[in-house]
């Protein structure tokens, strides 16, 4: 009997955590992180070649959500180079991501990423708008390699802020750019909960702000 009621007390316990779980969300708008350094709470990789990616928080008055922005700023011209900033926590399978981005410049590329599902520097989706050929792609990048999966094309301008969203249910991925759904696909590569961050490409110096996540039942 008093095993019984320890099961049923341990059961009540858990429900509210898995609700909590489910519906796990959280936004980044780095306006606590010092100007210089590197952003508490996320870690940093490099797909492909070239230069790991050099992280640091900045100070831009145009930003939507304070003044703090993440900002990639190494200009290395590797083309097969793709620095990713994941945060640690919470990792998801069934989300909707969505961050604001700025294209600051670049020759080879003016890319703004968002990554979901990221499982280590060489595994995850991708949704990247690209400011020099007016575009927006999924692709999914398995073991390094990336493949696209689907496309857009249409306007994204340089220096200033858009706003980049995935949703992702199952196998189901959707992308949305200034909050029009442009891509539906169906994919089922990386089918387990993963991390959120943002990328970019080669020389792309790009500002992020506003990185939010939240679990979709």
């Given at each position: ?24 969300g ?20 490099r ?8 992280w ?121 750019w ?40």
């Open positions: 009997m008093l095993r019984t009621i320890g099961v049923l007390a341990l059961a009540l316990v858990a429900l509210p955590g898995a609700a909590l779980a489910q519906g796990a959280r936004t980044w708008d780095f306006q606590a992180d010092a100007v210089g350094s590197p952003p508490a709470g996320f870690s940093f990789g797909t492909g070649e070239g230069r790991p990616g050099k640091v928080i900045q100070l831009d008055p145009t930003a939507p959500a304070g003044d703090h922005v993440l900002a990639q700023v190494d200009e290395d011209r590797t083309d097969n180079r793709f620095p990713v900033a994941a945060a640690d926590a919470p990792a998801l399978r069934d989300l909707r991501a969505e961050v604001r981005c700025k294209p600051v410049s670049g020759k080879v590329d003016q890319a703004c990423g968002l990554v979901i599902r990221y499982r280590d520097a060489d595994n995850y989706y991708l949704a990247r708008a690209n400011a020099l050929e007016d575009n927006v792609n999924l692709y999914r990048v398995v073991d390094g390699r990336r493949r696209q999966i689907k496309g857009w094309s249409g306007r994204v301008v340089s220096g200033a802020w858009h706003t980049l969203a995935v949703e992702a249910r199952g196998n189901r991925l959707q992308v949305f200034e909050g029009k759904p442009i891509i539906d696909a169906t994919d089922d590569t990386f089918k387990e909960a993963g991390k959120v961050g943002v990328w970019t490409k080669a020389d792309s110096v790009t500002s992020f702000d506003a990185l939010a996540v939240t679990g979709l039942p």
